[in-house]
């Protein structure tokens, strides 16, 4: 009796295992990998027993490179939170003469715990209002500005910060400035968050894992990991994705669905997942993500949105008034060519409307775009590859910029393809635009960098991530050439998609609905499954 297509296949083993020629061994198959491996014997021999040892796997040795990473990322950050004693006798931090740019330590957790009115034991985030330039031409009532989870994130650590301190008080724990026992206690789950993606990565890799080594030590997380709040982002995405590679796709959308409620890019991951499910007759599973994730998205959101609307809708209101950020392909243009821009110059308040009908028409565009290639490619594309696409698109076409925004990409360019001295590369770049973003904040007139010489720096970065991209859509259209499709291996992300057969195509293309071959020979894939 024959299933319909929009049925899920049986279920995958969560676990394989594996030979010893099946097993991916980056010493042995990665030049970088290998050259690395020398001063400590070299690459792994040939009669080497591999996937026995009673403690350390390729997880474990990923989390235990992640908990170096971050302690590095920790204290590249700790010159913000020292303090010294001013001429009150009161102690506060030491931000003089620049510190957090001349020590290229900033973070927004620091200035937000005042800023949000975080340091009030008695505000909650988004009932809680200001005025801002009160008393001024511009002034503006103010709430909190993220969205909820987010928001409420601060705010349980903020409350956590005064708990600490009034103990500290009792000499029952060590004290310190409340800022930097915030900053602190935020810090610690950040990094909770972090080791969560690897750990997810590992999964999601399945005969791969040692590729999380490289969302373990990325140079990204050496620099943001403790910028901003982005590593529940990529934690909630990333473990959303790995739900959905085990056929679980209320739980991918529960997760996808707390994550758009942290920052709004996991949502963008439907998208992906709708194209290959309609290529594949996978609607229905489909269809169950994407309401789980609305449903999730609402049920956080709309206690807020119901009781505390002005609060709540501050987010949506900043997004919408903001400009063109310092780092976007936008401002490049302005700065280089002395464009005024879509809109012209603004007053404080006005929406730029064509900036943002432009950026949003850009982003659309592409998405078009990619959603064409996952129709019209030989062989069906994996999920991190149209992933990766999407997000990478989004950060390219979007007015806004943020550096910690580059870390969305790290989990989903390890999954989607894991060439390490490119990725490596690209994040490099991406982690060296801190330096002289820091300087030009510093200003020239305290001896900081012009503007020309960070925008320069921004091009190289974006430029590596289309050459990222452009590497990928070549893959997509030449699966032989995929590292992941080794033979056997479809697509470790795919869950129901895995080896699931094509049933819808672009109009005009041929129809191929035979299975890609579970073995090829050399890892030759066609898309016909013949050889």
Same mark, same amino acid.
């Given at each position: 009796?024959?299933?319909?297509?929009?049925?899920?296949? %049986?279920?995958?083993?969560?676990?394989?295992?594996?030979?010893?020629?099946?097993?991916?061994?980056?010493? $042995?198959?990665?030049?970088?990998?290998?050259?690395?491996?020398?001063?400590?014997?070299?690459?792994?021999?040939?009669?080497?027993?591999?996937?026995? +040892?009673?403690?350390?796997?390729?997880?474990?040795?990923?989390?235990?490179?992640?908990?170096?990473? *971050?302690?590095?990322?920790?204290?590249?950050?700790?010159?913000?939170?020292?303090?010294?004693?001013?001429?009150?006798?009161?102690?506060?931090?030491?931000?003089?003469? @620049?510190?957090?740019?001349?020590?290229?330590?900033?973070?927004?957790?620091?200035?937000?715990?005042?800023?949000?009115?975080?340091?009030?034991?008695?505000?909650?985030?988004?009932?809680?209002?200001?005025?801002?330039?009160?008393?001024?031409?511009?002034?503006? &009532?103010?709430?909190?500005?993220?969205?909820?989870?987010?928001?409420?994130?601060?705010?349980?650590?903020?409350?956590?910060? +005064?708990?600490?301190?009034?103990?500290?008080?009792?000499?029952?724990?060590?004290?310190?400035?409340?800022?930097?026992?915030?900053?602190?206690?935020?810090?610690?789950?950040?990094?909770?968050?972090?080791?969560?993606?690897?750990?997810?990565?590992?999964?999601?890799?399945? +005969?791969?894992?040692?590729?999380?080594?490289?969302?373990?030590?990325?140079?990204?997380?050496?620099? +943001?990991?403790?910028?901003?709040?982005?590593?529940?982002?990529?934690?909630?995405? /990333?473990? @959303?994705?790995?739900?959905?590679?085990?056929?679980?796709?209320?739980?991918?959308?529960?997760? *996808?669905? *707390?994550?758009?409620?942290?920052?709004?890019?996991?949502?963008?991951?439907?998208?992906?997942?709708?194209?290959?499910? *309609? $290529?594949?007759?996978?609607?229905?599973?489909?269809?169950?993500?994407?309401?789980?994730?609305?449903?999730?998205?609402?049920?956080?959101?709309?206690?807020?949105?119901?009781?505390?609307?002005?609060?709540?809708?501050?987010?949506?209101?900043?997004?919408?008034?903001?400009?063109?950020?310092?780092?976007?392909?936008?401002?490049? &243009?302005?700065?280089?060519?002395?464009?005024?821009?879509?809109?012209?110059?603004?007053?404080?308040?006005?929406?730029?409307?064509?900036?943002?009908?432009?950026?949003?028409?850009?982003?659309?565009?592409?998405?078009?775009?990619? /959603?064409?290639? @996952?129709?019209?490619?030989? &062989?069906? %594309?994996?999920?991190?590859?149209?992933?990766?696409?999407?997000?990478?698109?989004?950060?390219?076409?979007?007015?806004?910029?943020?550096?910690?925004?580059?870390?969305?990409?790290?989990?989903?360019?390890?999954?989607?393809?894991?060439?390490?001295?490119?990725?490596?590369?690209?994040?490099?770049?991406? /982690?060296?635009?801190?330096?002289?973003?820091?300087?030009?904040?510093?200003?020239?007139?305290?001896?900081?960098?012009?503007?020309?010489?960070?925008?320069?720096?921004?091009?190289?970065?974006?430029?590596?991530?289309?050459?990222?991209?452009?590497?990928?859509?070549?893959?997509?259209?030449?699966?032989?050439?995929?590292?992941?499709?080794?033979?056997?291996?479809?697509?470790?992300?795919?869950?129901?998609?895995?080896?699931?057969?094509?049933? $819808?195509?672009?109009?005009?293309?041929?129809?191929?609905?035979?299975?890609?071959?579970?073995?090829?020979?050399?890892?030759?894939?066609?898309?016909?499954?013949?050889?």
């Amino acid at each position: 009796m024959s299933s319909s297509p929009d049925e899920a296949s %049986p279920t995958v083993p969560e676990t394989v295992s594996l030979t010893a020629d099946e097993r991916v061994l980056p010493t $042995r198959n990665e030049p970088l990998a290998t050259a690395a491996s020398r001063p400590v014997g070299g690459p792994i021999g040939e009669h080497a027993t591999v996937g026995r +040892h009673w403690f350390w796997s390729p997880l474990r040795v990923g989390l235990l490179l992640a908990v170096l990473a *971050l302690t590095v990322s920790w204290f590249g950050k700790a010159a913000c939170i020292q303090q010294f004693t001013n001429d009150n006798g009161d102690a506060e931090l030491d931000w003089r003469s @620049g510190r957090p740019y001349v020590a290229m330590c900033y973070s927004d957790i620091v200035p937000l715990y005042g800023a949000e009115r975080l340091n009030d034991p008695s505000t909650f985030p988004y009932a809680t209002q200001w005025i801002e330039n009160e008393g001024e031409p511009n002034e503006q &009532v103010r709430y909190m500005e993220y969205p909820v989870l987010t928001g409420l994130f601060q705010w349980v650590n903020a409350k956590l910060t +005064h708990a600490w301190a009034d103990v500290a008080a009792t000499g029952w724990l060590p004290g310190a400035l409340p800022v930097v026992i915030y900053f602190n206690i935020t810090a610690l789950f950040l990094a909770l968050a972090w080791l969560t993606t690897v750990w997810a990565v590992a999964r999601s890799a399945r +005969h791969r894992p040692w590729d999380a080594v490289l969302v373990a030590i990325s140079p990204l997380v050496l620099v +943001h990991a403790f910028t901003n709040f982005d590593t529940l982002a990529t934690m909630l995405a /990333a473990t @959303g994705l790995l739900a959905w590679s085990r056929r679980r796709p209320a739980l991918a959308g529960l997760l *996808l669905g *707390l994550g758009a409620a942290v920052k709004m890019y996991p949502l963008f991951l439907l998208g992906p997942l709708l194209i290959l499910c *309609l $290529r594949a007759g996978k609607l229905r599973t489909w269809t169950v993500t994407a309401v789980t994730t609305g449903v999730a998205w609402a049920v956080v959101n709309l206690p807020i949105a119901l009781f505390m609307r002005e609060g709540w809708e501050e987010f949506f209101r900043l997004n919408t008034e903001r400009g063109m950020d310092p780092d976007s392909l936008y401002n490049v &243009v302005s700065y280089f060519t002395g464009w005024a821009g879509f809109d012209g110059e603004l007053i404080r308040g006005e929406a730029p409307t064509v900036l943002n009908a432009v950026s949003g028409g850009l982003f659309l565009a592409c998405c078009a775009g990619i /959603a064409y290639i @996952g129709l019209s490619a030989p &062989v069906r %594309p994996r999920v991190a590859q149209l992933c990766f696409l999407v997000v990478a698109a989004f950060l390219l076409t979007n007015k806004v910029w943020s550096p910690q925004y580059s870390l969305w990409l790290v989990p989903l360019a390890v999954l989607a393809i894991p060439r390490w001295r490119l990725l490596l590369g690209w994040m490099l770049i991406d /982690a060296l635009v801190w330096a002289p973003r820091m300087f030009y904040y510093l200003g020239v007139d305290n001896r900081g960098l012009p503007e020309g010489w960070f925008l320069g720096t921004v091009v190289v970065r974006d430029l590596a991530v289309i050459a990222v991209c452009a590497v990928i859509i070549r893959e997509i259209y030449r699966p032989a050439a995929d590292l992941v499709r080794t033979p056997g291996v479809d697509d470790p992300l795919g869950g129901v998609l895995d080896k699931a057969r094509d049933v $819808r195509k672009l109009p005009g293309l041929p129809s191929r609905t035979k299975r890609i071959p579970r073995h090829a020979r050399d890892g030759q894939l066609e898309p016909s499954g013949k050889r």
